[in-house]
Each structure stands twice: as structure tokens, then as C-alpha cells.
């Protein structure tokens, strides 16, 4: 990806820039970024088939007003705007309370015991590539774009925040003017006020060390009905635990 040189590490700096949430990378070049590996779930905890391992390039940084995060996935381009299934979907976790699990705040050996609540930015494609997603609603619920702020203390408890959603978001993929199907990567920017008083968010200040997990959904992963991603195939992070994200000048 132009201007992203991800490393093999579980832990990165989040430095500051200017981000325009526009589905690209131009203003990502030279920023520290990740190479993350997302594995599925184990067989004995989940419903579904399968899901596609996949290693992602992420990348945060932060401005005076706002944390920004990017999630690069490599694949080739899809999007259907009637059946969400057929399209890519993602999620970032952060943690709020000391000791929640990356498991959606569950803890090992068999994820049934809650460790914490952490925020979750879920999203789902209703909105095309380039589009704004997200704003400020009553709850945590984008009625529109379907860019969720979510809070959980275990995977089966996961709700929409009861106070206002502030994430924006934008998506597009590298190899979109080729048509469907053409290789490249879907490109995920989200960004969010730093603090919001909101205990069912994590709050986020320069010079603190942060704590994210990724989860990814595959249109192609194959269920059954249409070929499109099913609830609990997708593929996380939370297999090699917390990536910490040091919010550094």
C-alpha cells in the first residue's frame, strides 16, 4: 500500500498527522503501521464453518481533537449495497476496564467469564466507497451507514453505547476502478473524538498506551446461503491478545 510499511510487532506508536476519512492512503505515507494476522475463532466457539485467516496492515494516529485508525485488508474488490453479507465488514476493539478480555472483554479458558467491557467500532457496509459514515446520534447507533458505537463485557453481550455515536468513517479499495473482483485491499479509516466522557468508551490522551484488537468479516467467506460472511465467522486479532497503541509526539 502506498506510503504504509507495516511491521511484525504487537505494539506501535500512534503518532500525529493531518487524515482526511476518505477510503484512502496518500495522507497515511510514513506513519508506523502493523502487520496483523486475523485467525478464526476456535472450532468449539463459534456456529459457523470457517472463516479466512488474513493478515491486515493497521496503522492510528492522533490531532489536537480526534484518534484516527486504519485498517488495510488485502482482497479482491466486492460491494453490495443489498445483502450486507456480501460485503466486507470490520471492527475495532478498545479496551475500558483493567483486565477485559480481547475476546469482546472475555477472558480464557472457554471465553464464558467476563474480564471487563471494552468499545467497539463495528461496521458494516451500508454506505458506498468514499462516503462519510457515522455522525452523532442519540445512541450509539448509525441508523444510516450502519458505523456502530458499541460497548461488551462478554462475546454474547454486545449492545449499542447509550449515549451518543461520534465515529466517522470512510472505505474504498485500491483496485476498485478495475471492477469486482480486482486484486488490492479494502481500506478502512475510522476516527473519533479522543475523549468523550462516555464510561462505555475508551477515552484516549497523548502519552497514554492504549489497548486495540481487530476483528474482520469476509464477504467471501462462504456460508452456505450466499457465499457472503456469517455472525461468528470472522477471523480477530484476539488470538495473539492486545496490540498496544502508545499515543506519542
Known amino acids: ?5 507495516p511491521i511484525e510487532a504487537t505494539s506501535i ?19 508506523p503501521s502493523l502487520a496483523v494476522p486475523l485467525a478464526a475463532i476456535p472450532d468449539w466457539a463459534r456456529d459457523s464453518t470457517f472463516g ?8 492510528t494516529v492522533f490531532d489536537d481533537a480526534n484518534i484516527y485508525v486504519l485498517i488495510a485488508v488485502p482482497a479482491g474488490y466486492g460491494y453490495d449495497p ?12 478498545w479496551v475500558v476496564s483493567d ?11 472457554d471465553f464464558t467469564e467476563s474480564g471487563g467491557m471494552v468499545d467497539i467500532w463495528h461496521w458494516t457496509l451500508e454506505c458506498g466507497p468514499g462516503e462519510l459514515s457515522g455522525g452523532v446520534f442519540p445512541t450509539g447507533n448509525d441508523p444510516g451507514c ?14 449499542d453505547d447509550d449515549s451518543e455515536n461520534s465515529l466517522t468513517g470512510s472505505w474504498d479499495h485500491t483496485g476498485r476502478s478495475s471492477g469486482v473482483g480486482a486484486d488490492g485491499a479494502f ?8 475523549g468523550t466522557g462516555d464510561p462505555q468508551d475508551a477515552q484516549f490522551q497523548v502519552g497514554d498506551t492504549v489497548q486495540l484488537a481487530i476483528a474482520y468479516w469476509d464477504a467471501n467467506e462462504g456460508r452456505e446461503k450466499d ?4 455472525a461468528a465467522g470472522h477471523v480477530t486479532s484476539a488470538n495473539i491478545g492486545w496490540i498496544d497503541i502508545t499515543l506519542t509526539e
Open 1 to 5: 500500500l502506498p506510503g504504509l510499511d
Open 13 to 31: 506508536e500512534a503518532t500525529r498527522a493531518t487524515i482526511t476519512l476518505d477510503g484512502q492512503t496518500d495522507d497515511w505515507a510514513n506513519v
Open 52 to 59: 479466512n485467516d488474513v493478515t491486515v496492515t493497521l496503522a
Open 82 to 93: 443489498d445483502n450486507l453479507h456480501l460485503s466486507p465488514a470490520v471492527a475495532v476493539q
Open 99 to 109: 483486565g477485559a478480555g480481547a475476546a469482546m472483554g472475555s477472558v480464557g479458558p
Open 146 to 159: 450502519n458505523l456502530d458505537d458499541e460497548y461488551a463485557t462478554l462475546t454474547d453481550e454486545r449492545e
Open 187 to 194: 481500506v478502512f479509516e475510522i476516527g473519533r473524538p479522543l
Open 227 to 230: 457465499g457472503g460472511w456469517s
